[in-house]
């Protein structure tokens, strides 16, 4: 049976606030989740010019869940991104874990925190 893990991702700006989910399986530890998927999302959220640039292209690619099947799914890991906009904080958190990020994340930033994640 693969490893389910799920990922809220919370986003707040000066003009927008929402969180959106995501469900999938085949990572079951929290340096998989930030390393396959979560590191994805921060880096798009981080490249993108406008956060709904971001946002329509999670919609139009399918990659969300609903909140229902969010809420519905017994996950092996549970994990969450944090994304503050108009302050450029950003977050990865599992359980009491939690990494911030100070301004834009880089890919080195994230494989670092994934090696964090991995002791």
Not at 43 to 65: C, H, M, P, T
Not at 90 to 96: C, L, N, P, T, W
Request: with cysteine; aromatic share 12%.
């Amino acid at each position: 049976m693969a490893e389910t893990y799920t990922l809220c991702v919370q986003i707040g700006s000066h003009e927008y606030y929402g969180e959106f989910y995501l469900v999938g399986e085949g990572y079951g530890t929290p340096a998989e989740v930030l390393d396959n998927i979560a590191a994805d999302h921060l880096l798009r959220i981080s490249n993108a010019s406008r956060i709904e640039e971001y946002l329509l292209d999670v919609l139009k690619q399918g990659e969300n869940a609903s909140e229902g099947e969010y809420d519905s799914t017994d996950a092996d890991i549970e994990c969450w991104i944090h994304v503050d906009v108009s302050y450029q904080k950003y977050a990865f958190g599992v359980g009491d874990r939690v990494v911030e990020f100070t301004g834009e994340p880089t890919k080195s930033e994230i494989a670092s925190t994934v090696t964090q994640f991995q002791s």
